[in-house]
């Protein structure tokens, strides 16, 4: 099980908490702007990277906050945990 | 009985050059170059495979068989795979322990009875073996469930697929791989695919492997988990996120169990293989990896529920558990497809159920390749089913037990 660090309520087990995949993905600003082709790629493509991913969770079974991390899909490290809208340290 | 050390497969030295390389030497690409050798008469193919033989998911399945999928494109693919599946042996000359024993699909509350009993109707109609069995029917068929209206998650009822079962899944990789191979199919292993050759155009030429260097007319990806870390050194997006899945053996125990129990509601499939083990799977774990590991909370809430299910496993050892990597679509259902960059084909997004469909997906997939066009069974997986809008949603169908 990993261990996340939740950054209000810190370190915690990972049953408490909930996966929302690629993080930075934002609604589009004018939605009937797109292309077909722009839709999709909003809607369902995602990047898939072997190593460094940066991702979102959820502490569902705690504070209910959402927030980023920077996590190895390899080895499944946990590099950094930060709130949505700051940068994880260099 | 057969040397023991005889090569059921000729190890190849990769050429420089192929007609088709198929990427990734699993049961699908096997399948596949066994396909396009015998339906369309091509040859000159190669397999590369980064590591052994069927040593990815195809070691790291639960083996389960059946085509009971809701959607008429679903149905018309897994249906055409048991059926090739049901001529195999003889068409491969190859025991590959195939039992069609019946699979069971259990129904938990009352949007699982409903979207069984639509399921059941819908596979009929697509001329799909399909039965409906009350409690007490589902513990004539299967006496070791506990069909007590007291479990959390009581079983109030069933689907049964009697043509679905399992089969012995190394088996089905080498029986393609001898007869691919018996064809002139080169299988090349440990060589892995760096990067692709591309003209001065950018047309694609071939692949970069740690074997050197092999010019190919078409390059077919066959790669399952690992498919989106191939497709983006070509800079092709798709809409695939990699997750372990786990599963998980007991010690050899008495036959207890003779036929196949899944459950999606409480994430548990099991089935009793030839040797004695129980062979389990549990669901994905929900973050991106491609550890082939996942976390063991996982597998205790896939235990929680088997005992609750069948409280004869109670004592049963744990004997191994493992995970596989595989790439999951947003709707749960495969990309058979041609893309962007001429020459380059796809055979992707199974998820958690590819190894049912080997001889199907292998079947089509050879045929989009050899042909350059999409059959009537590949063409409503194409990757603009994103794009048009056409998704073919079998979340309910194959949920994470696929």
């Known amino acids: 099980m990993l261990l996340i660090r939740c950054p209000w309520c810190g370190p915690r087990d990972e049953v408490e908490f909930r996966y929302g995949g690629q993080a930075g993905i934002s609604y589009p600003s004018d939605p009937d702007a797109l292309s077909d082709e722009e839709w999709a790629d909003y809607l369902f493509m995602r990047d898939n990277p072997k190593g460094e991913f940066r991702e979102r969770w959820v502490h569902a079974h705690g504070c209910r906050r959402w927030f980023n991390a920077v996590r190895s899909t390899v080895t499944h490290e946990i590099r950094a945990t930060f709130p949505i809208g700051e940068e994880p340290p260099a | ?402």
């Open chain 2, 1 to 402: 009985m057969a040397d023991a050390r005889a090569r059921y497969w000729r190890s190849a030295e990769p050429r420089r050059s192929y007609d088709v390389v198929i990427v990734g030497g699993g049961g699908h690409g096997l399948s596949t170059a066994y396909y396009l050798a015998r339906n369309h008469g091509l040859t000159d193919v190669c397999v590369v495979e980064k590591g052994w033989l069927a040593g990815g998911n195809m070691a790291r399945n639960t083996t389960i068989i059946r085509s009971n999928y809701l959607w008429d494109e679903s149905a018309a693919i897994y249906e055409h795979s048991l059926k090739l599946w049901e001529g195999l042996e003889d068409e491969l000359g190859f025991d590959l322990q195939f039992s069609q024993r019946g699979v069971l699909n259990l129904a938990h509350h009352l949007g699982d009875v409903r979207s069984s009993l639509r399921r059941v109707n819908a596979n009929r109609l697509n001329g799909v073996d399909a039965e409906w069995l009350t409690p007490e029917e589902v513990r004539a068929f299967c006496p070791i469930v506990n069909v007590s209206p007291d479990l959390r998650y009581p079983v109030l009822g069933a689907t049964l697929q009697r043509r679905g079962g399992i089969a012995r899944h190394d088996k089905v990789a080498w029986g393609y791989a001898a007869r691919a191979s018996d064809l002139g199919v080169d299988i090349v292993e440990h060589a892995e695919v760096v990067g692709f050759l591309r003209g001065p155009d950018g047309r694609l030429e071939g692949v970069r492997t740690t074997r050197g260097d092999i010019r190919a007319g078409r390059v077919a990806l066959s790669a399952a988990g690992h498919t989106s870390v191939l497709a983006s050194m070509l800079g092709l997006r798709l809409p695939l996120q990699s997750h372990p899945l786990q599963a998980l053996v007991s010690v050899l125990l008495e036959p207890v169990l003779d036929c196949v129990v899944m459950s999606n509601a409480v994430h548990v499939y099991v089935s009793q293989a030839e040797k004695g083990e129980l062979v389990m799977g549990a669901g994905i774990d929900a973050y991106n990896s491609y550890a082939q590991r996942g976390s063991f909370h996982v597998i205790e809430r896939q235990m929680a529920a088997a005992v609750e299910l069948f409280p004869i496993f109670a004592h049963a050892k744990l004997l191994r558990t493992w995970g596989g990597i595989v790439d999951v679509c947003p709707d749960a259902s495969p990309i058979i497809s041609a893309t962007p960059i001429e020459n380059l084909f796809i055979n992707c997004g199974w998820g958690t159920g590819g190894f049912k469909a080997t001889p199907g997906a292998g079947w089509v997939f050879a045929d989009l390749v050899a042909n350059g066009r999409p059959g009537e069974l590949a063409r409503p997986f194409s990757l603009e089913r994103f794009t048009i809008g056409a998704l073919i949603d079998e979340h309910g169908a194959a949920a994470v037990a696929h």
